[in-house]
């Protein structure tokens, strides 16, 4: 686990620059104060997009493969940059949809760059379902990694039961199930009522609500004992691997309700606990 002096963010990481990544802009965590926003984005054109996300080059698809490279680019270039000039804890979650989504499974099974994956409706029926068979095979452990797998009603909106991409879903889920990806935390949700084009936004939510639910706490208990603060961020920090902790607004908040509703021992316990992680 890595410690530092000043607050640290964890950082999202969107390969589409799709306007319903804006979506993320005003996400603001459990708390309220704005914790989880994305810090990083890939700008990229149609034809572009196909390349960066997809493993490799398909007859039909112009522009498509360079994936590998796309990957190597994030973690050579863009990571060390993130890490040097933003305030980055070192928790990485990569958001994709579609072949966005593609290339968040693929990424899991080849060489895992992030702590944590959303992938909303991915295309997995790409390449003949090449990502479905290296699912069969993997040997690896994904101990520490969370996935969240979204799933569209595509088969209302084209009147059809299944087709390719449906069925690659399905079956890439009935490995999870079997739990042929060993250790990883996972978890699946299909929405009834979204197509392809929709299915990030509820996606998106859930998936960080579920990659970030070791944050989530009742903060009235704070007001009662403000030991329960280092108590959470302890554990919290336990559960993510990484080092969490309360943001200056967080404390500058509790201190005004604890002045308006609680008693001036308690005031100054929380004063004490703010010290601790951001001493003058």
Known sequence: MRRRNQFQLPFLYLPLPEPRTLWYSSCGHPC??????????????????????????????????????????????????????????????????????????????????????????????????????????TQQDFKGIRLFLAQANNGRVRNVKDDEHEIAIGKFKALLEKGQLKELNWKYAFYEEDDHGTVPLPGNNDGLRFIFAPYRWNVRNALKDP??????FDQLSADMGYEFRPTQLFFKKLIEIATERSTPP???????????????
């Open 32 to 137: 309220g104060d704005n914790q989880y926003r994305p810090h990083a984005r890939s700008d990229a054109n149609s034809n572009s997009k196909r390349k960066r996300v997809s493993g490799k080059r398909r007859a039909g698809f112009k522009g498509s493969g360079g994936n590998e490279a796309f990957m190597n680019f994030m973690g050579n270039e863009l990571f060390p940059f993130m890490e040097k000039n933003y305030r980055s804890n070192g928790f990485k979650v990569f958001v994709g949809h579609s072949f966005g989504g593609l290339t968040a499974i693929n990424n899991l099974l080849t060489a895992p760059m992030f702590n944590a994956y959303i992938a909303n409706d991915p295309s997995l029926w790409w390449d003949n379902e090449l990502l479905i068979r290296k699912s069969e095979n």
């Open 266 to 280: 308690i005031v100054e316990q929380i004063k004490t606990v703010q010290q601790h992680y951001y001493p003058q």
């Open 227 to 232: 030991g329960t603060i280092r108590q959470h």
